[in-house]
């Protein structure tokens, strides 16, 4: 797959490809008539266990900050070794 030009944000191009998957999954279970459980109406805010092990392994906002700080740092050093 070619990388796409926007990022962040919006990758528009992985964006397109899970619609498409999705849609042809759906496709696929309604033409084999299986039937779909659950709706957004009945769905809860509450985590499952597989959720929760999954948050615990999620960084922080302060591992985030942690690694924003280090990236600049070696991008500095990096820059006064080229002088």
Known sequence: MKGS?????GDYESARHYNDETRKFVDEQLKSGKEFKGSAAEASDKLTPEEKEALSHAKSGEQDERDAKLLTDLEKKQKRQQW
């Not at 030009?5 to 944000?9: H, P």
Request: no cysteine; glycine share 20%; proline share 0%.
């Open 5 to 9: 030009k926007v990022q962040g944000e």
